[in-house]
């Protein structure tokens, strides 16, 4: 009688595809914390990958990351309606340009470094075009 009471409360089992959304949500969101510490690895975009992986795999779990004091706006502007605030176009410009500066620093002003400067002016024009908060 009372194996059958236990077997009545256990939780459904995971998916392998499940597992493996929550896997690639875990590595992405891990990544992305670490870059708030290692200068020039980016946070917000592994943030983004691991909600939307999450979101596949473990939805409360997404739930938990949108609601996060810290990178919870930024990442619900981004998810709903690709919005931008103006401190965080300014914040990915000065990244941006940095690291730019860095290559041209180390590599020297040559044809990869000038063809890598104009993609990067191209991401940011992209960028700055995005919308931001009302």
Do not use: C, D, Y
Not at 5 to 34: D, E, F, N, Q
Not at 72 to 101: C, F, H, Q, V, Y
């Amino acid at each position: 009688m009372q194996r059958a009471g236990r077997l009545a409360t256990r939780r459904p089992a995971v998916s392998a595809r499940a597992i493996a959304w929550r896997a690639l949500g875990s590595i992405s969101v891990a990544v992305g914390v670490i870059g708030v510490f290692v200068p020039l690895l980016p946070t917000t975009v592994f943030l983004l990958i691991g909600a939307w992986a999450w979101g596949k795999g473990a939805p409360q779990w997404r739930a938990r990351l949108l609601l996060h004091p810290k990178w919870g706006e930024p990442l619900r502007l981004w998810l709903n309606g690709r919005r931008l605030t103006r401190k965080s176009k300014w914040s990915a410009t000065l990244g941006i340009a940095l690291s730019w500066g860095v290559s041209v620093a180390v590599l020297g002003l040559q044809a990869s470094t000038i063809a890598v400067g104009v993609g990067l002016s191209l991401l940011l024009t992209w960028l700055w075009a995005r919308p931001e908060p009302r």
